[in-house]
C-alpha cells in the first residue's frame, strides 16, 4: 500500500526547504535522503509553481548536485537557463516602453517581477514573469495608454467600456490595472496596488512620496518602498490571490531577506492596519516565516494579528499556497458555495453560473466571441479551458481528501472574509 504524503514529508517538505535554506547553511538530511519519486515530484511542483529556476539556484549554492538525481538537475538547470533567457528578452521589450514613458514624462514605479529579478533576486533567470507590472499616477492613465497604443499595444482582455468611461475607469480589475501587449510583452498598467472596490484601502499619494530611484531594464524609473513592497507583495498573495502561489511566497520570503536591515516593520504595520490590510498581510507573513523560514518579528505578526492566527487557518492557507490549486477563481464561488443553505438547485445554479457565463462576461473573457457568427462555439471553449487549467490540479487530490480539502478551503476562506481576526 503506498503511503500516503503529507506537508511533513514528501516532496512538499522537500521543495520548501530547499527554497527556504538560508545562504552558508547546510541542506537538512531530509535532502540527501530523499528518493527519485520524491526529487521527480518536487520538480513537477517547482515547475508548475514557477519556482524552478529559484530551487536550481538554492542545490546549486549549497553543493547538492549529489543529492540530485541526474535527470531532475537536467531540466532544473534548463528552466534556469530558459528563465533567463526569456526575462532577457522581455527586459530588451520592456526598456523601450520605459523610455518612450520617461521621455513623455510620464512617472513610472516598476512592481513586482520585472523590479523583483534585478532588484531582489538580483538575477533576471530566478524570477519568471509573466508579465511586467507598471504604476503610473492615475492623472496620467490615458496618456500612459495613449504611449503603449502609439507603440502597438493591443488589449488582452477588453477595451474601455464606453468612450466616456477612459483608462483604468470599468469595473473589476479594470479598476486599478489594463493589460495590454506589445509583442511577447505583455504589461498591465496600474493606479494602485490594491482593487479600490474592496476592504483594502492603499493611500496612493504616501506610496508616491516614499517611492525610490532605482534602474530596471537600464532606465531610470522608480520603486516602491521596501516597506510597501512588502505590503503588495501581501497583498498580492492573500488579498487578491487567496494565497494561491507559491511563486508569490518566494517573493516575500526574498523580499525579508533582502531588506532585512532596512526593514521598517513599525511602517510595515501602521500602513497594513491603515489600509485595512492587516489580516491579510499578517497571514501572508506567518506564511512565509513557518514555510520559508523568512526573518519576520514575532512581535510584527501579534499586532498585524493580536491573539495569533487559528491554527486552522494556517493549515489551510500553507496547504493551498504548496498545493497550488486555485480554489480563489473558480473552485471557490463555485464549489465552496455548495455547503450554504440554498436548494440543491440554487447550488447546482452556481457551478452552472461560473462555467457558462452571461453575454458580457463572455466577451470580457473572450473578445473575439464579440464579432464570431458562433458566440456559443466559445462556451464549449470555456468548458475545455477550465478542464485544461485546473483539471491536473484537482486530479493531484485523492478522493478520498476532496471533502476535507473543502472544508479547509471554506475556512480559510470564511476567515479572509471575517471582520475578526
Known sequence: ??????????????????????????????????????????????????VAPLLFKRLKERDARTCVPDSVWKQLRLAYFTSGDRNTRLYRELRTVLECLRSAGIPVIVLKGAYLAEAVYRDVGLRPMCDSDLMVPRQDLERAEAVLLNMGAVYLKRPPLTPEEGFGQGCGKADHARPVAIRDLAIEIHWTIAAPNGPVRTEVVDIWKRARPTRTAEVEVLSLSPEDLLLHLCLHLCYHHNCVGLRSLCDIGESVHRFSGAMDWRQVTGSARAWGGARYVGLALHLARSLLAADVPADVLERLVPGGLDPRVLKAASATVTSGIPFDRWLSPAFLGLKGPESPARKL??????????????????????????????????????????????????GHEWKRNLADNSVLSDWLKSDEP
Open 1 to 50: 500500500m503506498r503511503k500516503r504524503r503529507t506537508a511533513e514529508r514528501g516532496p512538499g517538505a522537500l521543495l520548501l526547504t530547499c527554497l527556504s535554506v538560508k545562504a552558508g547553511s547546510r541542506l537538512p538530511d531530509l535532502v540527501p535522503r530523499a528518493s527519485v519519486d520524491d526529487w521527480n515530484e518536487a520538480l513537477d511542483a517547482a515547475v508548475r509553481e514557477h
Open 349 to 398: 445554479g452556481r457551478v452552472w453560473e461560473r462555467t457558462f457565463l452571461s453575454r458580457d462576461a463572455m466577451f470580457a473573457e473572450y473578445p473575439a466571441a464579440r464579432e464570431s457568427g458562433h458566440r456559443y462555439i466559445f462556451h464549449a471553449r470555456r468548458v475545455w479551458d477550465i478542464l485544461r487549467k485546473w483539471g491536473p490540479a484537482l486530479g493531484r487530490i485523492p
